[in-house]
């Protein structure tokens, strides 16, 4: 197990913040420097360098640093594999997982609850951030496993797919488009709202426009907004713009009549759901338990 003073030491060298670290960890600053100190002590070096308001990792310090993670990933197969022979073992477990906006809100909860009925020891934390900055995260060791959307060719990362889902036009029932059906070349015409750059659903309609020869700047986008519900909410009381949404986000709504999908002849905008994770991370065991949980989850509601 590594002990408490390594632990406060890779949060603090995973965030490059003394500040952050102790948010993060709900413990005083000064105490997160105390340890650090200890460390620092016991080693006869500087771990960190303090540069005006910027924390950087000394030599020393990225050695340790990026042997704790080793020592991390070791000490998680090792838990995974004692419990496995020894029922009774039971360590308590602190997932740190992150999916972007369409799958923290509508995928991953009820999996989520499932899963820590049956682990009640286990905790977990989901940060919810869009697709690329859910990969950042878990290049930064911010995270130990995520859920985005599409795959973004990064070589040092795992893809393990998860769920196809598709992305929907949508409008106010108001909208004069409510009921119609468009081209393509129609979207030239016609005021837009969508996501932020970065989000997934924004690549995969600028992904299918281009199967088209259209770019995205030669479209009339009224308004980007960052986040799911908030580009929901929006449309729904926005009677000119016309939206793309996941289908899973405004299930109820087009049941109540709220809002209305309108088709585009051969448009065809799906994208996977994908579990990312560090390469030489994917046995990390209950990481790899509750990816495994949750395709199991999906499959059998397919």
């Known amino acids: 197990m590594l002990s408490h003073a390594h632990e406060i030491f890779l949060e603090v060298a995973q965030r490059l913040s003394f500040t952050k670290a102790s948010q993060a960890l709900f413990i005083s600053q000064s105490a997160v420097s105390k340890q650090v100190k200890a460390l620092e002590e ?20 990225q050695r340790l640093y990026q042997k704790l993670l080793q020592a991390k990933q070791l000490q998680q197969e090792l838990q995974q594999e004692m419990s496995e022979l020894t029922p009774a073992f039971a360590p308590a477990v602190h997932l740190l997982i992150g999916a972007s906006t369409t799958i923290s ?27 690329d900055n859910i990969l950042k995260a878990l290049l930064e060791h911010e995270i130990e496993l995520g859920i985005i959307e599409g795959i973004h060719k990064v070589s040092n990362v795992t893809y393990t797919p998860l769920l196809t889902d598709e992305v929907v036009a949508v409008c106010a029932a108001a909208n004069p488009l409510a009921g119609r059906q468009l081209a393509v070349s129609d979207l030239l015409s016609i005021p837009l709202a969508l996501r932020e750059v970065g989000s997934g659903t924004l690549a995969v309609l600028e992904e299918a426009l281009e199967q088209h020869h259209l770019r995205l700047a030669a479209l009339p986008v009224r308004v980007r907004l960052g986040g799911t519900e908030a580009l929901k909410n929006f449309v729904r009381v926005e009677a000119t713009c016309l939206a793309f949404l996941p289908r899973q986000a405004v299930l109820k709504e087009l049941a109540s009549g709220e809002l209305v999908e309108v088709k585009i002849k051969d448009l065809f905008l799906q994208r996977k759901f994908n579990f990312i994770q560090r390469k030489g991370t994917e046995n990390g065991g209950p990481y790899r338990e509750f990816l495994r949980f949750t395709q199991r989850y999906y499959s059998a509601k397919e």
């Open 42 to 61: 016991h080693y006869k070096t500087g771990l960190f360098e303090r540069l005006g308001g910027s924390v950087l990792l000394t030599p020393a310090g």
């Open 105 to 131: 809100l509508y995928v991953l909860p009820p999996v989520v609850a499932a899963w820590l009925r049956q682990h009640p020891q286990h905790q977990l934390s989901l940060k919810n951030r869009n697709s």
